[in-house]
């Protein structure tokens, strides 16, 4: 569609010319005329008469208005939309410290899909990478982020009106950066920093001012959550015991005279203070049995702003009543949602949905201004960032429209990323949502993890798919063919994460109850079996798993930097090495070399370390514990 922009100001046609490809869109004067105004109220898009109009408050606004204008005037002649802004701050926060930091040029690129989607905040999770010119061991290897790098995302985000706020660790999950040796005098446990400690305040001014200084945002999120050992390491042994809500009272005080000095606005996660504050009997993080009493508000310091996050809740209500238990804490709290990505190959779209439709919807009832959908990806980042797309499009719409369906997602999703996304993406629940595992999978579990990562001979997990074998394999070709047509359909970056996911569901189609036949065959002494899986199962599987390998591989190089891809690529190398081991012990074992198989002798049991649902297919496992049971793990 050819667009002539009439009253549109310089600082906005950059933006425009980055996303015309996005919209497809050309901008030249003989094309149709499209008034831009700028003016307070709600944002307006129309075509009547052969002319066209975009009203919009905040440059954010006119992005988005771009993009509904293009999509309805590609459909239509005459249309009017109007749109009501929900919230002053939505957007999204990506984990850059689980192994996966994200290139700039990646980063942009999700920077462009929200500008259409009209989202206006991104946070980059970032606990060690990114530079402190001074520290050299901070985010050694691990892919930090230079000065330069922040502030030209920074630039580039601006352009489209979109606040980049950084997105840092004060207190807790500070392992990678406290490991090293120059920070033994501000270390309280492994995780945590020591409070109370000049030096520690030091090290956070660094830590503050580095993450701060190439942005242009005053505000900072400056963490704090999960430390539940605050005070009980080497705090504990200098100065006894203290009470562990005044310790963290004082810490904040002191980490805020840090932002005050810089001319920050600081905000944290609020778990800490509900934990410590609870009845220890109850133990969940958000007790609504803390004592909000006001003699303990009133110890809280004050000017700080509080971050609930919550990805498990699926209850209208529930949100509403601890946004309500947060307002005692001083002020309107953000919300923070979940894209369920994390500690999996695949996103969990169940999940998401079931989770994001409640606690949106109470967000806007109870008169919170701001949301923001988090992508963490814990346990070696195993999922692209880029399957995330669907649910930043459902926070999109839940900020400008009251009532959103999928089908509404669906088209927005369309427009704003010019790919027909949210079917394939959502379907990729599947991958994990397997017969045995309950509808939208709220306990997440990650069949298509521990069935990738576990041993063929050990089989920590074959207990919980016995009676599968003729159920995994042909669900997962089911998958391998849907996705390789999904592959076809779409184009660059989705086509190559489809590539991934067709060749994940290839390798487990094989493997998934391998382990199983493998000792069926064992327990009845059937030597021909076990021979041709040596000879011909296990070379096919070899290969299958390789080619997975140079998939993931290459969708890892597209999106983030290459510091972590080791990380997988042990996890890939030990699979590929024990298969070769299993083809040699099954040859050993059949050609007489050795008279037993104590791998196989075992009695399988089923996984318990994380507990496990009524259902044995509902388990969520970490890959330390899926490879082996003699794999030592402990970061605080």
């Known amino acids: 569609m050819d667009v002539c922009l009439k009253g549109i100001s310089e600082e906005l046609k950059q933006g ?28 307006m898009v129309s075509l009547q008469d052969g002319k066209g109009m975009i009203c919009y408050e905040k440059k954010i606004h006119f992005f988005r208005g771009l993009g509904l204008f293009a999509e309805h005037a590609a459909e239509a002649d005459s249309f009017t939309i109007t749109e009501q802004p929900q919230f002053d701050y939505n957007g999204t926060m990506l984990d850059a410290s689980r192994n996966a930091v994200m290139k700039v040029d990646a980063i942009k690129q999700f920077l462009r899909y929200m500008a259409v989607m009209g989202l206006n905040g991104l946070m ?19 892919g930090r982020y230079t000065e330069e790098e922040l502030r030209e995302c920074d630039d580039y985000a601006d352009m489209f009106g979109i606040e980049i706020i950084p997105c840092i660790q004060t207190l807790g999950h500070l392992f990678q950066a406290l490991k090293w040796s120059y920070a033994g005098a501000y270390r309280d446990q492994a995780d945590i920093l020591l409070c109370g400690d000049p030096d520690t305040y ?15 945002s005053k505000r900072i999120h400056i963490g704090m959550d999960e430390a539940f050992q605050v005070g009980l390491g080497t705090y504990l042994r200098k100065h006894g015991f203290h009470d562990r809500f005044e310790i963290m009272n ?29 009845n220890a009997n109850q133990g969940s993080i958000y007790d609504m049995g803390a004592d909000f009493s006001q003699e303990n508000m009133s110890k809280i310091p004050e000017g700080v702003q509080f971050v609930y996050w919550d990805y498990y809740r699926i209850e209208e209500e529930g949100y509403e009543a601890v946004f309500e238990k947060h307002k005692q804490l001083g002020s ?23 989770t994001s439709h409640p606690g949106l919807r109470a967000a806007k009832k109870t008169g919170l201004k701001e949301v923001f959908a988090t992508a963490w990806g814990d346990d070696g980042n195993e999922t692209n960032h880029f399957v995330i797309l669907a649910g930043l499009q459902l926070f999109a719409e839940y900020g400008y429209r009251d009532e959103v369906t999928d089908e509404h997602v669906r088209t927005r999703l369309k427009a704003c990323t010019g790919v027909d996304l949210l079917d394939p993406l959502i379907a990729l629940k599947r991958m994990d949502e397997v017969p045995g595992v309950k509808e939208d999978n709220f306990f997440s579990a990650n069949p298509c993890k521990f069935l990738l990562w576990q041993d063929l001979l050990i089989g920590l997990f074959d207990k919980h798919i016995e009676g599968m074998e003729n159920v995994l394999p042909d669900y997962y070709a089911g998958l391998e063919k ?39 065959h064992y327990d009845a002494k059937v030597m021909s079996e076990l021979r041709s899986i040596a000879e011909n199962v296990l070379p096919d599987l070899y290969q299958k798993v390789d080619e997975l390998r140079l ?13 972590g891809w080791e990380v997988l690529d042990l996890r890939y190398g030990g699979v590929m090495a024990r298969i070769k081991s299993v083809r040699d012990r099954l040859l050993d074992y059949v050609d007489g070399r050795v008279d037993r198989l104590e791998e196989l002798d075992e009695e399988r049991l089923l996984f318990t370390q994380n507990g496990t649902s009524s259902s044995p297919m509902d388990v969520n496992a970490h890959f ?12 605080g």
């Open 250 to 278: 004082e810490h904040v005080r002191q980490v805020m005279e840090i932002t005050s000095k810089l001319g920050l606005k600081p905000m944290i996660w609020s778990d800490m203070y509900f934990n410590l504050l609870a």
């Open 332 to 354: 309107l709290p953000l919300f923070a949602g979940g894209v369920h990505m994390w500690n999996s190959l695949a996103p969990n779209y169940g999940k998401t949905w079931a």
């Open 482 to 520: 849907e996705w390789h047509s999904y592959k076809l359909q779409l184009q660059e970056p989705f086509a190559m994460l489809f590539d991934f996911y067709e060749k994940l569901a290839a390798v487990l189609k094989i493997k998934s109850t391998l382990g199983l036949t493998i000792k069926k």
């Open 551 to 563: 998939s993931h591989r290459k969708s890892w190089m597209m999106a983030y930097k290459p510091f």
């Open 202 to 216: 030091r090290f956070i001014e660094q830590m503050i001012t580095a993450a701060s200084a190439p942005l242009r």
């Open 624 to 635: 330390h514990q899926i490879a082996t049971t003699g794999y030592y793990y402990k970061m």
């Open 124 to 142: 980059m999770y970032t606990e060690d990478t990114y530079e402190i010119k001074d520290l050299p061991y901070f985010g050694y290897m691990r």
């Open 16 to 43: 425009v010319n980055e996303l015309a490809g996005i919209l497809n869109l050309q901008v030249q004067d003989g094309g149709l005329p499209v008034e831009v105004v700028q003016e307070a109220g709600p944002l």
